[in-house]
């Protein structure tokens, strides 16, 4: 069997975290088989569906690193064939006209629930004589579904799932204005593109069941359910924006690479034994829906940013620099000179030991790019002062003197100037780091120098010599 997915947002917002962890689990299924992924916009509701959030979906998606196979499909364009399937039903005598009023069902749910019966539409039209249909009242087309027996369906992740039929009602399939439901809407769909897996959140559990039972009128194959449990916060509660309940987009804006994003969303839900860090061609080497526990699985960002970590020290250098430079032209707002992209590959490798993500990457190397003179932090001013700015007098004589500026040649330099002066190699350090950087941390102070270069380096220190 050819092994066919689909993700389906809905573009009402950004692709969220757990979206994008669903198109991850279909994507990676589909290519584990050999198979593709569709993409499909479920753009029916048209009053809160926009062309933005399309577009933010089909660019959270490129970010991640996630491509889909043929052009995506717009839900909506498909109105006319999910209406010929419900009249198809209708004609079959699997489904039926009901001319209930919206009155009506309010007070019939009101009823049930007065009495203490589930809020179901009670079927009241589902054999009546269509010679009592009111004349004025443009009736919905109801699915005609069984009322004995259970519908079952057998999850790949969850289980059989068994539902008495007498605990659900005839659900609406077209309504009075013409226009199909979703559930009809997303069944037709799923055929027609020969969908052979559904991978999706266990919120649509409750659907499958329905859906199943329109598969079954329409003699249709039923494809394979696999209903992921959703992603909650660290605290175990519902997952919400202070969560991390954020669009893709907030993930790039934070500096997250996407293939660190993929790995911990793979976690999230899915394990292969204790591995943690798996790349994705391997994820696509051992990823099936058997490692998917059934149990909701836990966001944390700090476990993220942990991650991220890892993948910032293991990627190619000359690919981190460019997405550094990047990442200081959006903080600078200004395009970077050749001496400062020079400056980069050289500090890259001290820089990335001590960043989580790519925004606190390019703080960290700010001090490459900042001008003279350097704006002080508290702490770093601090130790320029007293008899700090006779000692960077002395270094920046004993620096000036050197004859090629290399690191071993620029410690033995400071190395020797604090000897002399009988000091430990700090109490030099932290002014010079200071008046280069102006900060109190930073990488190595002979790395510093280094980077920064002969002449940045000891105009630097004169601003803050006598």
Avoid at 130 to 151: C, F, H, N, W
Avoid at 200 to 224: F, K, S
Avoid at 421 to 436: C, M, N, S, T
Wanted: glycine share 8%; net charge negative.
């Amino acid at each position: 069997m050819s092994v066919i997915t689909r993700f389906a947002p809905s573009p009402t917002g950004f692709l969220h975290i757990g979206g994008a962890r669903t198109a991850l689990f279909n994507w990676l299924f589909a290519r584990h088989h050999g198979g593709q992924m569709l993409l499909r916009i479920e753009d029916t509701d048209r009053a809160r569906s926009t062309e933005a959030a399309v577009t933010a979906i089909h660019e959270g998606l490129h970010w991640l690193g996630l491509d889909w196979q043929g052009e995506p499909i717009s839900q909506f364009t498909g109105a006319d064939r999910h209406a010929e399937v419900a009249r198809q039903l209708l004609s079959e005598g699997k489904a039926y006209h009901c001319y209930c009023t919206p009155e009506e069902l309010t007070d019939m749910r009101a009823t049930a629930k007065a009495e203490g019966r589930s809020m179901r539409y009670d079927g009241r039209w589902r054999d009546r004589d269509p010679a009592d249909a009111p004349k004025d009242q443009a009736p919905v087309i109801r699915l005609k579904a069984p009322q004995s027996g259970e519908t079952v369906i057998q999850d790949l992740v969850q289980g059989e799932i068994t539902v008495q039929n007498s605990e659900m009602d005839d659900m609406v399939l077209l309504r009075a204005d013409g226009t199909p439901t979703y559930m009809l809407a997303v069944v037709v769909d799923d055929h027609d593109m020969s969908v052979s897996h559904i991978i999706r959140g266990d919120d649509h559990l409750t659907n499958a069941v329905r859906q199943r039972q329109i598969y079954d009128l329409m003699e249709w194959e039923v494809p394979h359910f696999a209903h992921i449990p959703l992603i909650h916060g660290a605290d175990g509660g519902k997952l919400s924006k202070r969560h991390g309940a954020l669009g893709v987009e907030a993930y790039r804006d934070m500096g997250i690479l996407p293939a660190a994003l993929r790995n911990y969303l793979l976690r999230l839900g899915w394990s292969h034994g204790d591995d943690e860090i798996i790349d994705t061609d391997q994820a696509t080497k051992w990823f099936n829906l058997e490692g998917i526990g059934k149990s909701p699985s836990r966001f944390d960002i700090p476990k993220l940013e942990n991650l991220n970590s890892h993948y910032i020290r293991a990627m190619d250098e000359a690919e981190l620099c460019g997405l550094l430079a990047e990442q200081l032209v959006l903080t600078t707002g200004r395009a970077l000179s050749d001496i400062e992209l020079a400056r980069l590959p050289l500090a890259i490798a001290a820089l990335k030991e001590r960043a989580q993500t790519l925004v606190e990457l390019a703080d960290k190397a700010a001090f490459l790019l900042d001008g003279r003179p350097l704006a002080m932090e508290e702490k770093a001013a601090n130790l320029v002062t007293g008899d700090a700015p006779g000692l960077l007098a002395k270094a920046h004589a004993c620096l000036g003197a050197l004859a090629d500026w290399n690191h071993d040649d620029i410690a033995a330099a400071v190395r020797g100037l604090a000897e002399a002066e009988d000091l430990k190699l700090g109490k030099l350090a932290q002014p010079l780091r200071a008046a280069l950087t102006g900060r109190n941390a930073s990488p190595g102070i002979f790395e510093v120098l280094y980077f920064l270069g002969r002449q940045e380096s000891l105009d630097r220190i004169g601003d803050h010599m006598k």
